[in-house]
């Protein structure tokens, strides 16, 4: 099976809005792993982990947000895959 992992950067309205927990369920969901935490400039990393198209599932989410959120930007990088498990929220 195909690995990717993706290390995202998600700016604007993202904090405070259930973002992280909205992810976690939908990375769980997917069967992606990873984690995702709160920034202190205001924004949210995560790394996503798994199948390509489950890892992009889980980007497209991230340019939406849940309800509440206002994504301005979102930076994307590719990584070595490192066989994470589980989805944490930190």
């Known amino acids: 099976m ?4 993706k290390r995202v950067l998600v700016h604007g309205r993202v904090q405070g809005v259930f973002f ?6 939908k990375a769980s969901a997917r069967g ?3 984690w995702m935490v709160n920034r202190p400039d205001g924004s949210v990393e ?4 798994g199948d390509p198209d489950a890892v ?3 980007l497209a989410f991230c340019r939406e947000g849940p309800r509440g959120a206002a994504v301005e930007r979102l ?9 994470l498990t589980g989805f944490e929220v930190r």
């Not at 195909?2 to 992992?5: D, E, I």
């Not at 992280?20 to 369920?25: M, N, Q, T």
């Not at 995560?46 to 982990?49: G, L, P, R, S, W």
């Not at 930076?75 to 066989?83: I, S, Y």
């Open 20 to 25: 992280r927990d909205s992810a976690r369920r």
């Open 32 to 34: 992606v792993a990873g």
């Open 75 to 83: 930076d994307v990088w590719d990584e070595e895959p490192e066989g």
């Open 56 to 58: 992009e599932a889980m």
């Open 2 to 5: 195909s690995v990717t992992r």
């Open 46 to 49: 995560a790394v996503f982990e």
